[in-house]
């Protein structure tokens, strides 16, 4: 340790206070995420109360044939991949050009209120927005029903219908996730440089040609970024969304069941840890598998903008 | 700067590797080398001090009930523990998780490693599932005699039988006669306005929600869906139907197995209910019910059950069994007189069923620091006449009064601890039993009746070991909570397709191979217990 000590130790040393920046964040991953990824050895086991997670016997393979034999595999999966592919595209889509209006808006005080306005419903839990589902649609006293009864419409049925749900579905992550993204886009927009725009304008360029030849370049490094950390979670339903927004509903599960949902209904009906687990894991495989392949599309195309 | 980065991913990993292994390493040490021991949990009787058992050392129990906390559940569980301090050196304090939740925090209290040491449990409230995960305390012979002496001197031999799992008990069972029959909630007030003159039948209760579909739009007439209600009205037109057919057809193993036998069949031939031939004209009359408005559109996402839209004004009808019935009916009767509420038998000709002693228990949790002050404990609680009353209806003076020697008058005060409401239902014991006085008018009659017809099933106490098909069962409780309640709540275009459907689904998920099983161990059943 006296002269020529560990070349990472020196580092360590020279750079403290970078070190230590990264401590607080290397903490929480290393508490919340590595250790309990110990628990992973629950889906090779048959669970008991008395031996716990690491006692209880294990049981190889077993716990994963329920998962595919319930035939449940597939439907989940494709699901959860769909509605995340519907959602990336479509909140993404409506987040760019929400970004781009705002920007091209005059009126100082009409875009702050706008801005947080559609930022709010980020803020409202799924739950709330679950309750408001119900009001709206709910068959005898829902608002939407309500109306079309008293406008001598036939009411909807939309608890029961298969077809509406990722219509509903969608239309509400876009509610809620937005407004988000949007001040995202719209903070990568306004640090674009402002002479380009000025010079555009004295070559006589219109609003569409300056969107397309500055606007939508300059933001490139940003959309791929959230689109490559977005693509980490397709596999992750957001399992709030969809429990409460559509109340665990076995009318419509063949279309909104999606892998979380799946885990968290058979871990509340049957008490198998081993068996859940053994789901859970199955997710965060194809996970890692889908990221993968993700980041090495993005290096191929854009090498620069890769995570690793 | 690449060194750098390659000495931090370097260090990533490193701690990634120390966390994964503290992770395996650490926790082992509590939980190791004993996954096979509670079956030696014999108690050590070695340490008694003269002819008891040790009791030096005090300590609290914890026990946990499924309910709210009654308003005077502090005040009357300090005279227990005053008793029970005296006696056994031990005092309880009681945590409570509320009906809405208790079907998913009653098994994760087993897994968080939270220090607790009674549990209410039930055959209906995770008894067997808990028991094979090895989560109770086995409760063997020698420690029934050497901690539970009143117990064991009083226990029903046929309720001892009845909790055994594969041959060990991890249950004291109540040791109480209890019948389980279903009643119509109505409101009279609505009964005369429209001119129904009872709501005693499935006919009748038909004619009574027709007049409410056409004359009351703002109720729904009977809000059935939650998870606690789904089956409530399939489960009396099945029962009915069952019951007046040739072949007694009666639900066998785990409900959510949908298996059922008929109990004149000495061969114990297992079908699932959707190859009974009455099925399909039970699943008919649920979709012509639902199609009339008699529940709502939205019933299968419902999160309340019946009698609680009933309670608030909401539905004009309630279908729960008599306990339930007898719990509200003074809430209801004292809150909305107007409502004139009364109370029908809802059995329709079917028997009630003559519970097993399973319906309530008590145990004991296996991590449990104490289990042997717990068993003394219970013992007290099952037993001991003060400390039994006080738990089943509070304090003498206060909350009830006695009238003669079996039975008992609510006080105003009992609307802080009403009568046998406190999750007390696993110490109930016959020999000091008090029936409540008052309430539901009618009572008497309809206990009358149901006491005159009241059966056991033929396999009422038969337990199905699922441990050879735990895949399949677990399929087959995902189509139970799907496809099965969805017809069970009428639910359904196309009943004979529907049900075509179900019937291939289940044959997907092994449905076979678990019907052989139960019919196996239903035949080995009747051999041990009919010869």
């Given at each position: ?8 130790l ?12 990264i ?6 991953v290393?508490?919340?995420?590595y250790?309990?990824?110990?628990g ?6 048959e669970?008991?109360?008395h031996?716990?997670i690491?006692?209880s016997?294990?049981v190889?393979f ?9 035939g ?6 494709r ?14 889509f409506?987040?760019?050009t ?7 808006l ?5 875009k702050?209120?706008?801005q947080s306005?559609m ?22 006293f829902?608002?939407?029903n ?5 406008v001598?419409?036939?009411p ?5 219908n ?6 509903i579905l969608?239309?509400?992550s ?10 995202m886009?719209?903070?990568s ?18 609003m ?12 490139r490094?940003t ?30 599960l063949?279309?909104?069941?999606v892998i ?18 053994a ?5 965060s495989?194809?996970s890692?598998?889908l ?10 195309v854009?090498?620069d903008?890769?995570l690793? | ?29 509590e939980?190791s ?9 014999v108690?050590d ?8 058992p ?10 946990y ?10 005040e009357?569980?300090?005279k ?10 031990a005092?309880?304090?009681?945590k409570?998780?509320s ?15 939270e220090?607790?040491?009674?549990i209410y449990?039930a055959d209906?409230?995770?008894?067997n599932g ?5 989560g ?12 539970a ?5 009083t ?6 039988e009845q ?18 029959s ?12 429209y ?5 005693s ?6 004619a009574?929600?027709d007049?409410?579909?056409a ?15 789904k ?11 069952n ?11 785990t ?5 059922s036998?008929?109990e ?13 031939a ?13 199609d ?10 419902n ?8 309670l ?17 009916y003074?809430?209801?009767?004292t ?21 097993s ?7 004991i ?8 002050r ?35 008058v ?14 007390n239902w ?15 008018p ?9 006491k ?9 106490t ?13 399929t ?6 799907s ?12 009943p004979?397709?529907d ?6 689904k ?18 080995e ?7």
């Amino acid at each position: 340790m006296k002269k020529r000590s560990h070349p990472f130790l020196r580092d360590l040393k020279e750079n403290r206070t970078k070190w230590l920046m990264i401590l607080p964040a290397a903490v929480v991953v290393i508490l919340m995420c590595y250790i309990p990824m110990a628990g992973i050895v629950l889906a090779f086991k048959e669970f008991n109360y008395h031996g716990g997670i690491f006692g209880s016997p294990w049981v190889g393979f077993k716990n994963f044939e329920y998962f595919f034999q319930s035939g449940k595999a597939w439907t989940t999966t494709r699901n959860t991949i769909l509605y995340n592919i519907a959602f990336l595209g479509v909140n993404t889509f409506l987040q760019i050009t929400c970004a781009i209006l705002l920007s091209e808006l005059g009126g100082k005080y009409f875009k702050r209120i706008t801005q947080s306005v559609m930022f709010l419903p980020y803020f409202i839990s799924w739950v709330v927005v679950g309750a408001f589902i119900y009001n709206m649609f709910n068959y005898e006293f829902g608002a939407v029903n309500s109306f079309l009864r008293s406008v001598g419409m036939k009411p909807l049925d939309v608890y029961s219908n298969k077809a509406a749900w990722p219509v509903i579905l969608i239309v509400v992550s876009a509610f809620k996730n937005v407004g988000y993204g949007t001040v995202m886009y719209l903070a990568s927009i306004v640090n674009i440089d402002g002479e380009m725009f000025e010079a555009a304008d004295l070559d006589g360029a219109t609003m569409w040609q300056k969107i397309k030849y500055i606007t939508l370049p300059c933001i490139r490094p940003t959309v791929v970024i959230l689109f490559l950390m977005a693509i980490g979670t397709v596999m992750k339903g957001d399992f709030q969304m969809f429990w409460q927004v559509t109340g665990n509903n076995p009318m419509v599960l063949e279309v909104t069941d999606v892998i979380d949902t799946y885990v968290t209904r058979s871990m509340l009906n049957l008490q198998e840890f081993g068996m859940t687990s053994a789901a859970g894991l199955y997710q965060s495989g194809l996970s890692f598998v889908l990221v993968l392949i993700a980041n090495h599309a993005v290096k191929k195309v854009e090498p620069d903008y890769a995570l690793f | 700067m690449r060194k750098r980065t390659r000495i931090c991913s370097l260090l990533m990993a490193m701690l990634l590797g120390i966390g994964v292994l503290g992770g395996c390493g650490s926790e082992p040490a509590e939980g190791s080398g004993t996954p096979e021991s509670t079956k030696a949990s014999v108690p050590d009787a070695g340490q008694p001090e003269g002819n008891g058992p040790d009791i030096s050392k005090e300590v609290e129990l914890t026990m946990y009930l499924i309910g709210d906390r009654p308003v005077d559940n502090d005040e009357v569980f300090e005279k227990i523990n005053a008793r029970l301090k005296e006696e056994i050196n031990a005092t309880i304090n009681v945590k409570f998780m509320s009906w809405g939740e208790y079907e998913e925090k009653y098994p994760l209290i087993f897994a968080s490693g939270e220090e607790w040491d009674i549990i209410y449990t039930a055959d209906w409230c995770f008894y067997n599932g808990q028991a094979t995960k090895q989560g109770f305390w086995e409760i063997t012979q020698e420690a029934l005699d050497t901690y539970a002496p009143m117990t064991a001197a009083t226990i029903y031999p046929e309720a001892w039988e009845q909790a055994k799992v594969n041959g060990q008990v991890f249950m004291l069972p109540m040791n109480y006669k209890e019948i389980t029959s279903y009643v119509y909630m109505v409101r009279g007030d609505l009964m005369e306005k429209y001119d129904i003159k009872s709501v005693s039948s499935l006919d009748e209760a038909e004619a009574y929600m027709d007049a409410i579909v056409a004359n009351e739009p703002t109720l729904i007439p009977l809000d059935v869906g939650s998870d606690y209600d789904k089956l409530f009205v399939f489960d009396r037109m099945w029962e009915k139907a069952n019951w007046e057919s040739e072949e007694k057809v009666a639900g066998i193993g785990t409900w959510q197995a949908m298996g059922s036998v008929s109990e004149l069949d000495d061969n114990a031939e297992v079908k699932g209910n959707y190859d009974q031939a009455l099925f399909q004209g039970v699943i008919e009359r649920l979709k012509d019910w639902k199609d009339r408005g008699f529940w709502s559109k939205n019933a299968v996402v419902n999160t309340q059950n019946n009698t609680e839209s009933f309670l608030a004004g909401r539905s004009a009808m309630a279908l729960c069994n008599a306990n339930t019935a007898k719990s509200i009916y003074s809430q209801m009767s004292t809150e909305h007189p107007e409502w004139k509420v009364q109370v029908f038998d809802a059995q329709d000709g079917a028997p009630p069923v003559l519970n097993s002693y399973l319906a309530n228990g008590m145990s004991i949790f296996s991590k449990s620091k104490n289990p042997e002050r717990a068993l003394m404990a219970l013992d007290y609680l099952r037993n001991d006449v003060e400390i039994n009353n006080l738990f089943c209806y509070g304090i003498e003076g206060k909350h009830w009064e006695a009238a003669g020697d079996n039975a008992l008058v609510s006080l105003p005060d009992s609307a802080n601890y009403a009568y046998d409401g406190n999750c007390n239902w696993g110490v109930r014991n016959d020999a000091n039993w008090r029936v409540l006085e008052g309430g539901i008018p009618n009572l008497e009659e309809l206990n009358a009746v149901w006491k005159e017809n009241a059966r056991s099933r033929r396999y009422q106490t038969f337990v199905f070991n699922d441990a050879d098909v735990k895949n399949e069962i677990a399929t087959i409780t995902e189509i139970f909570n799907s496809d099965y309640k969805l017809l069970g709540l009428g639910f359904t275009d196309d009943p004979a397709g529907d049900i075509a459907k179900l019937k291939s689904k289940m044959t997907t998920a092994g449905a076979d191979k678990v019907y052989a099983e139960m019919q196996k161990q239903a035949q080995e059943f009747l051999k041990a217990n009919e010869n």
